[in-house]
Nanobody, 122 residues
């Protein structure tokens, strides 16, 4: 069993900042990549940013230059620094980990956290 726990969401005014954190725990052999996705009401879940174990990052066009992803994948953690937040950034933000888990038999798994609400409003 692997669990991802997100923290750091909340209510912020437009132009403000928030920092999201996500830590994975459980039977983890290795993590290949971690990332953040978000889902606004009535919309599909979308990619925000990802980072690989080699440090390669990928960002959605809508948040380029405003958000920064960082990670300590050896310690099963990923962070998202969000600056210059806009009302359209309002969503539930989900952490994802692409990892190898198991015990007697190891296998690849894509695991999701429960999500943390980010609301940008004046």
């Amino acid at each position: 069993q692997v669990q991802l726990v997100e923290s750091g969401g909340g209510l912020v005014q437009p132009g403000g900042s928030l920092r999201l954190s996500c830590v994975a725990s459980g039977s983890i052999f290795s993590i290949n990549a971690m990332g953040w996705y978000r889902q606004a009401p009535g919309k599909q879940r979308e990619l925000v940013a990802t980072i690989t174990s080699g440090g390669t990052t990928n960002y959605a066009d809508s948040i380029q230059g405003r958000f920064t992803i960082s990670g300590d994948l050896l310690n099963n953690a990923v962070y998202l620094q969000m600056n210059r937040l806009k009302p359209e950034d309002t969503a539930v933000y989900f952490c994802n980990a692409e990892l190898v888990t198991g015990g007697a038999d190891w296998y690849f798994s894509s695991t999701w956290g429960q999500g943390t609400q980010v609301t940008v409003s004046s």
